[in-house]
């Protein structure tokens, strides 16, 4: 631990010493477990198979998600949930801008939701599922008795009843091993999990099919072309130039594309000059900041193929198990440690660069060719028959 950490860490141990251990998971049922993962969309998708995991090993317990208030969509309709409460915490997320210590520190002493938390009277077992000083120290102010974490990473471990430790493995993987630690055997897929309603599904469907070719196989291809970190998006022109040569590939097999491009509003921009590098015929519309998220989730499940960047989008299609092809470069210049920590089994695949060069991000992303290809294969590796008009 480097001296910077050592600093911090410090005076989070010595408060942990005046917060002891008041309950036993082990020995005891808890009454309440609360999950802390008030991060990005894609770090919370991907600890969703921990309630399974700790619904199966606390059948009566209540299971309580602190998220951001913009993930909420995502565990909406989860059975293993019983209770969401909005964590707007500045740290280790891009949505809240203000992340400084100051603003950390305002938060934790003078912020309402940590009020509401910590009028409820306290919480049996906590766990940061990210593993930081702040998660700790919040931990500790809302009256969690039993404290789990994470060490090697952002630190607070020390002001923890147990931890993992910090390794470059499957996040969702990870958040699994938290469960771990409480007893969980039955450990579903590391996988992410989403549960749509029927009205979901049948507003996607509506979608899907007004572009529908009658008469011809309709390859339903869903498209992000936005990410939470600038650099980990592939230029919109060459997402454009991809989607032209794969429409004219498949009129030349007799089939028909629908290529839908989703995003929130910030993707707009993107998407426009995406359809405009993609020119005239190509079969490219774009429903970026016009539809809920949960339904770019339904329309996801219903996507024959998905072509994103590193993205919220790469592990929705993980949770619909959806033929994937993430491109991943800019700055992203280690794609196979990208891949262990962020990526799947397939049918999710990446396509990068094959060689990364340090400092020039631009340069940094795989040829427009090898994108298409891959797109390609995904299309050719699925049995039945893609879209609704097939």
């Known amino acids: ?46 600890t969703t198979p921990l309630f399974e995991a700790l619904r199966k090993r606390f059948p009566t317990t209540r299971l309580i998600a602190g998220v951001g208030s913009w993930g909420r969509p995502i565990l909406e309709n989860n059975p293993f949930v019983d209770e969401i409460v909005e964590i707007d915490a500045p740290w280790n997320n891009k949505l809240v801008e203000d992340r400084s210590h100051g ?28 593993g930081s000083y702040m998660g700790a120290l919040l931990m500790m102010r809302t009256g969690v008795r039993y404290r789990v974490g994470v060490r090697g990473y952002r630190g607070g471990w020390s002001a923890c009843q147990t931890y ?16 771990e630690l409480l007893g969980a055997t039955a450990l579903p897929e590391a996988r992410p999990q989403l549960f749509l309603t029927d009205e979901e599904r049948a507003t996607a469907a509506q979608i899907w099919k007004a572009g529908d070719v009658p008469g011809r196989r309709t390859v339903r291809l869903i498209v992000g072309v936005g990410a939470g970190v600038p650099s980990k998006a592939w230029d919109a022109r060459q997402v454009g130039a991809a989607l032209a040569q794969i429409a004219q590939t498949l009129d030349k097999a007799g089939d028909a594309g629908d290529f839908v491009i989703v995003g929130s509003a910030a993707d707009r921009t ?14 490219v519309r774009s429903v970026a900041g016009e539809v809920p998220m949960r339904i770019t989730f339904a329309l996801t499940e219903q996507a024959g193929v998905v072509l994103t960047n590193s993205s919220m989008l790469m592990h929705v299609a993980a949770a619909f198990r959806r ?52 797109v390609l294969e995904a299309v050719g ?10």
């Open 103 to 130: 603003n950390v520190l305002r938060f934790l002493w003078k912020s309402p939701q940590v009020a509401a938390l910590r009028a409820r009277g306290g919480f049996d077992v906590g766990i940061d599922v990210l």
């Open 270 to 283: 993107r998407a426009a000059e995406a359809i405009a590098a993609a020119g005239p015929g190509v079969p």
């Open 323 to 374: 033929p994937t092809v993430a491109v991943i470069g800019g700055s992203v210049t280690k794609p196979d440690r990208h891949d262990a920590i962020w990526g799947y089994p397939p049918p999710y695949r990446s396509v990068s660069p094959e060689r990364c060069v340090e400092g020039e991000h631009a340069r940094n992303w795989p040829g427009v060719e090898r994108v298409v290809q891959a």
């Open 1 to 46: 631990m480097g001296w910077k950490s050592l600093l911090i860490e410090t005076p989070v141990w010595i408060i942990g010493r005046f917060h002891r251990p008041r309950f036993d998971p082990h020995r005891d049922t808890p009454r309440e477990i609360l999950v802390l993962r008030p991060n990005d969309f894609g770090e919370l998708l991907t």
């Open 164 to 179: 993992i430790e910090f390794a470059a493995r499957q996040c969702g993987r990870a958040a699994l091993a938290q469960g």
């Open 381 to 390: 590796t699925q049995r039945a028959p893609v879209g609704a008009s097939a």
